[in-house]
Nanobody, 126 residues
Framework: QVQLVESGGGLVQAGGSLRLSCATS????????MGWFRQAPGKEREFVAA????????SYADSVKGRFTISRDNAKNTLYLQMNSLKPEDTAVYYC???????????????????WGQGTQVTVSS
C-alpha cells in the first residue's frame, strides 16, 4: 500500500505562486511514475503534469505549460509542483497520484494510476 499526502495549497492572488508537495510512504518512491491532477467544482478530474520515475521525462497539460513545473526528490520520497503565474481558472483541488512502473514513462490519464492522495485546495482570486 502507498500513502500520498499533499500539502502547500492555499489562497493566492492571480499572478502569484504556490508550491505543492506530495509526501509518499509505503513503497519505493523511485520506482513509481507520478502525476498531478486537479478537479474544479462540477468538472471532471483533469491531468496537470506527470513525471517518470527517473525524473528525466515530464509532461504537462497545455493549460499549464510554461507556468508549472513538476519535479521529484527520490531521496526524500517527495513529489513537487511549482505553480507560477497562477490564474483564477487554476482554482481546483489538486491531487497527486502514483503508479509502480517498470518502464521510465509518464502517465497522463487517471485510470492508469493505482494510488491517490486526499487532495489540497488551491484557490486563485482575481
Amino acid at each position: 500500500q502507498v500513502q500520498l499526502v499533499e500539502s502547500g495549497g492555499g489562497l493566492v492572488q492571480a499572478g502569484g505562486s504556490l508550491r505543492l508537495s506530495c509526501a509518499t510512504s509505503g513503497r519505493t518512491f523511485s520506482n513509481m511514475a507520478m502525476g498531478w491532477f486537479r478537479q474544479a467544482p462540477g468538472k471532471e478530474r483533469e491531468f496537470v503534469a506527470a513525471i517518470s520515475w527517473s525524473g528525466v521525462i515530464t509532461s504537462y497539460a497545455d493549460s499549464v505549460k510554461g507556468r508549472f513545473t513538476i519535479s521529484r526528490d527520490n531521496a526524500k520520497n517527495t513529489l513537487y509542483l511549482q505553480m507560477n503565474s497562477l490564474k483564477p481558472e487554476d482554482t481546483a483541488v489538486y491531487y497527486c497520484a502514483a503508479k509502480p512502473s517498470t518502464w521510465d514513462v509518464v502517465l497522463k490519464t487517471t485510470r492508469l494510476y493505482d494510488y491517490w492522495g486526499q487532495g489540497t485546495q488551491v484557490t486563485v482570486s482575481s
